[in-house]
Every structure is written in C-alpha cells, then in structure tokens.
T-cell receptor
C-alpha cells in the first residue's frame, strides 16, 4: 500500500503568497524526500530530511518532519508562477514510496 | 554530467505486442528504480535494483512485466502482451544507494491502442 499521502490534493494561490503542503505516512522511515514534477515527466529532487532532523531549509523551501505524528510539511515562501507544479513526498524505508502529490497553481 | 536517460520518449504499440523500455542511469549510481505513472496520478513503484543484489520486484503488477539490469548499469523494462491499461508514463530513476535522493529520467510515454 502507498506510504505517503499529500494534502491538499490541489492548491491555488496568488503569486507572493506562501504555499504549504503536508505529507502523512504510516511506518517508520529512514528519511523523507520532497520532489517536484512539471508536465507529467521526470521528477526533480527538492530536499531530503532525515528521521533525526526536525527542520530543514533550502532557499525558499522549508521542510519540517514530525516523526511522532508521522507527518511532514513543505512550505514554499514568496511563491512564483514558476512554482506551479505537482509536489510529491517520498518515504524511504526498505522500499521507496511516493504519495499521490499536491498540484500547486500559482496565479501571477 | 549526464543525467538519467530513457528511450524511447514515446511508444505507441498495439494491444498484445511486447515492448522494451530502456534506462541509462547516472554513472556510479548503484540503485535503479522503475515507476509507472498514469495520467494525473502518483508514482507506482515497479521494481528496484541495488548493486548485485536480487532486485525487489514487489511492485510489478503482473508476470507480463519484467526487468533486468545488465552489468549494474543499463536497465530494460519489458512488458509482454501489452494491454490498454498498461498505457502510462514509465519513469526510471537512479541514486547513489537506496537512502539517497533519486534522479529521474524524462520518462517513456507508452500508449497501447
């Protein structure tokens, strides 16, 4: 069964606003990763957070991880139209599971 | 350096025919993954290769699907007797090992008519 589930499924915001996406998972993990996908093609890795980390930053991205709640969030600050894409969380255990994704639309 | 490449980029085949999809991972990456993504859906794990270990085939949907990885590098995903429900984008990814970030190829869009 799928491990990661993103929430919301779709999100539409104005340019300049912040976007927050959440990911929940079911079992213990080694790390959790966030990916971005444009145009239904290959995914691009954004950020990896290990199970012993609680927060990580990369540019306008901020990821948090709460292992007690088995959840993670991805915050994109000061969004741009170019951030429009689908965002997936992926959990690494003995296997690698991707969630169903959040479709983000940033309106110029 | 070169990223993950996949060929062909698009494949249209008739129902019942066999197809082979190819993946060239990043040099030095020991882990290689195949995924399937239907329109508007998430990624469905198919198979995972790690070095010389036996592959994890737990995601293959039926015995019509098989994959091999020769010499720890190039991988081929074979779908025999294709069905219309096999239509999807097939994505390959590689990573240094299981726990590291994955680098994806552009995918092969398979259409079974």
């Amino acid at each position: 069964s799928q491990q990661g589930e993103e929430d919301p499924q779709a999100l539409s915001i104005q340019e300049g606003e912040n976007a927050t996406m959440n990911c929940s998972y079911k079992t213990s993990i080694n790390n959790l990763q966030w990916y971005r996908q444009n145009s239904g093609r290959g995914l691009v890795h954004l950020i990896l957070i290990r199970s012993n980390e609680r927060e990580k930053h990369s540019g306008r991205l901020r990821v948090t991880l709460d292992t007690s709640k088995k959840s993670s969030s991805l915050l994109i600050t000061a969004s741009r139209a170019a951030d429009t894409a689908s965002y997936f969380c992926a959990t690494a255990t003995n296997q690698f599971y991707f969630g169903t994704g959040t479709s983000l639309t940033v309106i110029p | 350096g070169a990223g993950v490449s996949q060929s062909p980029s698009n494949k249209v085949t008739e129902k019942g025919k066999d197809v082979e999809l190819r993946c060239d991972p990043i040099s030095g990456h020991t882990a290689l993954y195949w995924y399937r993504q239907s329109l508007g859906q998430g990624l469905e794990f198919l198979i995972y290769f790690q070095g010389n270990s036996a592959p994890d085939k737990s995601g293959l949907p039926s015995d019509r699907f098989s994959a091999e990885r020769t010499g720890g590098s190039v991988s081929t995903l074979t779908i025999q007797r294709t069905q219309q429900e096999d239509s999807a984008v097939y994505l390959c990814a590689s990573s240094l090992n299981r726990q590291y970030e994955q680098y994806f190829g552009p995918g092969t869009r398979l259409t079974v008519t």
